[in-house]
């Protein structure tokens, strides 16, 4: 009889404690706790994945201004390589008709490259004034040398009209990638800039293809040298049009002329413009 009041008093004695202790979870609380958190966890989660970023990048195919910015732009790049690749095929009919010596005959070559060489370190003090001032003032100089190598009669205009070029070219050279690059969208900016490079491949091949095309032309060296004043007079025409770069403006103190610029170039896009300005 003893015995059994004493289990009888331990077991209440140790029911008592066992619901007594802190350290023991009610098993109750502790699955609604967790049904707590899995909701909450599976609310933040469905917010988070329901507000990303869902702007699709700037194209410059659905973007007027930005599409005709960078042929324009790309034009500089044509040049380049039009003028480079042009002259290999008109050497051939100049060193006969002008009776060139071989010394002659590099001169005529390289003054281009030492110019534009000469001509693209000096083009920073320029750059102070505009990009677009620069690139309008390129394709005044390349059209008027290409016309000085088209009407040239005697060896000394040659190396004149091949100076002139080289001039223009040294210049765009440096001022296209930059203009394209504070235009262009970050998104696409490597893209548009590579552009250029690629229109300088673009117009060897047309050099290439003129230089064929009259190679069997009397006097066809005045039109491989001469066509190329068509695509700068298309670029200077086109650069009327177009805006000053936004960041020279913001270190001119135009910021909101630059806020305006951008805006027309971010598919209207106010606050993605401020943005870029901040």
């Known amino acids: 009889h003893l015995d059994n009041h004493l289990d009888k008093h331990l077991e209440r004695s140790l029911d008592k404690n066992m619901s007594s202790d802190p350290i023991l979870p009610n098993s109750s609380s502790n699955q609604n706790s967790s049904t707590t958190y899995s909701t909450t966890t599976a609310s933040s989660n469905s917010n988070s994945n329901s507000s990303p970023n869902t702007k699709p990048p700037i194209s410059p195919l659905r973007n007027l201004p930005l599409l005709l910015l960078t042929l324009l732009s790309a034009l500089g790049g044509f040049l380049f390589g039009y003028d480079t690749g042009v002259i290999s095929g008109a050497m051939l009919l100049l060193k006969t008709d002008f009776s060139l010596t071989k010394e002659q005959q590099e001169t005529v070559v390289t003054s281009t490259v030492i110019t534009c060489a000469l001509t693209s370190m000096c083009s920073n003090i320029v750059l102070k004034k505009g990009r677009r001032l620069v690139l309008l003032l390129s394709s005044v100089i390349f059209t008027a040398g290409s016309l000085i190598l088209a009407c040239s009669k005697n ?13 223009a070219i040294g210049a765009a050279s440096l001022t296209v990638p930059l203009y394209l690059s504070e235009m262009a969208p970050k998104e696409i900016r490597g893209a548009l800039v590579t552009c250029n490079t690629l229109c300088i491949a673009f117009g060897q091949f047309s050099a290439g293809m003129v230089d064929g095309i ?19 007079l298309i670029m200077f025409i086109g650069f009327l049009f177009m805006p000053e770069s936004p960041r020279w403006l913001v ?26 300005v901040d």
């Open 155 to 167: 060896y000394s205009t040659l190396v004149v009209g091949r100076l002139t070029v080289g001039v």
């Open 214 to 232: 009259f190679a069997d032309v009397e006097g066809g060296w005045r039109w491989m040298l001469g066509l190329g004043a068509v695509p700068s």
């Open 251 to 276: 270190m001119t103190g135009r910021r909101s002329l630059a806020v305006a610029v951008l805006t027309k170039f971010r598919n209207g896009d106010v606050q993605i413009a401020k943005d870029e």
